[in-house]
């Protein structure tokens, strides 16, 4: 629950018995010599050495499972069979990928550049850039460390976070690193907030201190204190004019004099809730509005208004069961939005008190339950209201009065998983590596030998098997990680390191070496490739440089440094190679797709730049065609021997996709060729999967874009006149991968969103009428 991640406790009677049943078992844990939290029979020194399955091993090392492993009854991998119109394929559907996005913590709206940074539980902060379809692209990896408490933009497109270690980070929009941290030296950090210039920063902190810096090109510098509360500081908000500040603690708000740093204003809440006086009230949150009106948002599920010249209450709202965790207010203050940890969001309005009257007042217009769980954090833009919170949704409801066009721009968008790929696959030997925050599992596929029709489900002749559960050193989160085609070898990277691991297989048995002495200018990467054959590695630095390694047998060799482009230190974040090893292209946020002559050694040439980022990238194995995805839904192919953009290309760019794949709310994450079929592309986002057939005529608005197959029984005349060439499936979702194993052969790898809320914290639990 929010409250108790905080440091609060929870007013309800089912929480309380629940904190006693916790107490009562960690009584009986010391009482037995055991440490919370240990397992039967083992101290917590000895648990910190077994893996999952309960095999023993050191810190950081591989565990090794042990062959059929056992699923639960839905999780099962089962083989089905799948007809597009283009033969039948066998399709591998993988569902024990157990992976769980963190909870959203916190959201700040940048106005200038339309973009939405989100922090989640772990520490993790992504970028989404509104105007390009709602992609992600850029995300910083989380730490153990960081937890983060507040984020907020500044002047200059800067992004600033602080959290529970006393750190306020700024990140490097450009490098896609954290460019220093630096301690407010006032115990953790509850809340922080921009001035309106952005040209200061305010946090408060654990000791009730209020903090001012003053942000400079390169840093921050702290200018000064303003007068000690009693109790931490958990919301802040800046007035308009940047005058005065309010700042939430425990049972009271403060108003201060920004210039003298003294409070000069204490309102006290009502610890009053339904009748029954409360132990504390919180102010999760306050906004301070032009007019001199304070409104906040507290533990008594109350949202009220203040009067900060006089200190009075003017108005109260009772408007939740718990706790109202989150307010954000619009910038011409005519509404706000507030989220509840009963995982609904109410939209307030200023409306006038009768249609002739000047006179206006605060209503509650709309609530909204998008979310399961605690909306542990909200924002208002100029067009949409969105939230987030445990649930681990990102959710955008536009405003239909603000949306001008009532087109696919004015629909719901939830947000779950990330827009890069966290699987890679070895196709010679079947298997799948999955990337988890601190850990990577290694599977290989079942197999069967049955046969049927489409749509039928096969019988495995061998199951699944588990074979490494590879555990990371240190508090850093992951960032990219890959396995070579030939399953060979693995490598993944933090933030400080890169780690290359070489794989052997005997009959049944794995092992595993780590390649030491990796070189010092190799301290991170962004994306990580092995080359079709195995025997390259490419690595991606958050510098903008591309580094070539030759692997060889448990060792390596650097070849070359691809630097980036003078004047520029973007990082690049995706990587495609050709199968036959001589090219290679690379893709930042913004500055276009640069493709590299591997046999030479030097830059080929630039893909001309387009106006969205560019979603996944692959080489063609027979025509060394470069397609390229972008978020606004557009495809295009790029003959990299002839440095132009192919005649399919620019064919579909003059007739132009159809809406309603223009209208697809998730972006392309993977594209892959049909070895013996150079005509086809198959590309798949999180809701479909889709082979296009470069040789069939394009759909136009008026073809069925679903329904790429007609009955059996229709003719041949109808079936021409309904072919086209994009094959459609919505079978598999939500999909996080999916590749062409062999010709026949295809791997599904799908996370139901019911197994996700499944792993949650149970939600707060709302009385129904009737019941």
Not at 269 to 294: E, H, N, P
Not at 509 to 523: C, D, E, G, Q
Not at 711 to 716: F, G, I, L, M, V
Request: aromatic share 8%.
């Amino acid at each position: 629950m929010a409250a108790a991640e905080r440091g609060a406790a929870r007013p309800t009677g089912d929480n309380r018995t629940s904190r006693r049943r916790r107490r009562r078992r960690e009584h009986c844990l010391r009482t037995s010599g055991l440490k919370p939290g240990a397992l039967p029979g083992q101290s917590l020194r000895a648990r910190a050495h077994v893996g999952r399955g309960g095999e023993r091993r050191a810190p950081g090392q591989a565990v090794v499972r042990p062959r059929n492993s056992g699923f639960p009854l839905k999780y099962q991998p089962h083989v089905t069979t799948l007809d597009l119109g283009m033969g039948e394929f066998k399709v591998h559907r993988v569902r024990f990928f157990n992976y769980v996005p963190p909870g959203i913590r916190c959201v700040a709206y940048n106005n200038q550049s339309n973009r939405l940074a989100v922090s989640r539980t772990d520490g993790t902060v992504e970028i989404y850039n509104l105007s390009a379809n709602y992609f992600q692209e850029k995300f910083f990896p989380g730490h153990e460390s960081r937890a983060t408490e507040a984020l907020c933009w500044a002047e200059g497109q800067r992004l600033f976070s602080a959290g529970l270690n006393g750190e306020i980070l700024e990140y490097d929009l450009q490098a896609l690193n954290v460019k220093y941290a630096l301690d407010a030296f006032g115990g953790p950090i509850w809340s922080m907030t921009a001035s309106p210039s952005g040209s200061q920063l305010l946090v408060g902190c654990e000791d009730g201190s209020v903090k001012l810096f003053q942000i400079t090109p390169d840093k921050i510098q702290f200018e000064r204190n303003f007068d000690r509360q009693k109790s931490r500081i958990l919301s802040l908000s800046w007035h308009p004019s940047a005058t005065h500040i309010a700042a939430g603690s425990i049972d009271y708000i403060s108003v201060f004099d920004v210039k003298s740093g003294s409070a000069i204003r204490k309102m006290i809440v009502d610890r009053q809730y339904m009748g029954v006086s409360k132990r504390k009230c919180i102010v999760w949150g306050v906004a301070f509005l032009s007019d001199g009106t304070v409104i906040s948002v507290d533990s008594a599920g109350k949202v009220q208004f203040w009067d900060s010249a006089t200190g009075t209450l003017v108005k109260s709202h009772l408007i939740a069961n718990a706790d109202v965790q989150s307010i954000a207010v619009a910038d011409q203050e005519d509404s706000f939005v507030v989220g509840t940890a009963e995982g609904t969001i109410f939209h307030f309005q200023l409306v006038s008190v009768t249609s002739n009257s000047s006179e206006k007042q605060w209503v509650r217009t709309k609530p909204f339950q998008h979310h399961t769980h605690d909306v542990r954090a909200v924002a208002h833009s100029p067009t949409a209201l969105i939230s987030g919170g445990t649930d681990t949704h990102l959710v955008i409801r536009p405003l239909m009065e603000k949306v001008e066009v009532k087109n696919y721009d004015a629909a719901l968008r939830k947000i779950t998983f990330p827009h890069r790929c966290l699987i890679s696959c070895s196709k010679k030997k079947q298997l799948l590596l999955f990337q988890f925050a601190h850990h990577l599992e290694l599977w290989r596929l079942g197999s069967t030998v049955a046969t049927g029709k489409n749509g039928d489900t096969l019988p495995l002749s061998k199951n699944a098997d588990h074979l490494l559960h590879l555990k990371t050193k240190g508090p850093e989160n992951i960032i990219c990680s890959c396995i070579s085609p030939c399953g060979s070898w693995i490598a993944y990277s933090t933030v400080s390191r890169v780690f290359l691991y070489r794989l052997n297989y005997e009959h049944d048995n794995i092992s595993l070496k780590r390649v030491s002495k990796m070189p010092a200018f190799l301290r991170s990467a962004l994306q990580i490739l092995f080359s079709e054959d195995s025997k390259k590695l490419f690595v991606a630095s958050n510098q903008g440089s591309l580094h070539i390694f030759q692997l060889l047998e448990g060792s390596f060799k650097h070849l070359h440094t691809f630097q980036p482009q003078s004047g520029t230190v973007e990082a690049m974040c995706l990587l495609a190679v050709s199968s036959d090893g001589n090219w290679l292209a690379a893709s930042g946020t913004s500055a276009g797709v640069h493709v590299y002559n591997v046999k030479h050694l030097k830059l080929h040439c630039t893909v001309p730049a387009y106006n969205f980022p560019v979603t996944a990238l692959a080489i063609a194995p027979i025509t060394n065609n470069l397609v390229i995805a972008h978020s606004d839904q557009q495809v295009f192919e790029y003959s990299i021997p002839e440095k132009q953009y192919t005649e399919w290309s620019r064919n579909i760019q003059k007739q132009g996709f159809h809406h309603l794949w223009l209208q697809r709310d998730t972006p392309i994450t993977h594209i892959s060729f049909h070895p013996k079929r150079p005509m086809h592309i198959l590309l798949h986002d999180a809701y479909m999967f889709c082979i296009i057939d470069k040789s069939l005529p394009l759909p136009n608005d008026k073809t069925l874009l679903y329904n790429p197959l007609p009955p059996t029984n229709e003719s041949d005349v109808f079936r021409r006149r309904t072919a086209h060439a994009f094959k459609i499936s919505k079978i598999y979702k939500p999909l996080l991968f999916m590749d062409l194993l062999d010709e026949r052969t295809l791997v599904a790898v799908e996370r139901p969103l019911d197994d996700i809320i499944a792993q949650l914290p149970p939600p707060i639990k709302k009385k129904k009428f009737g019941t």
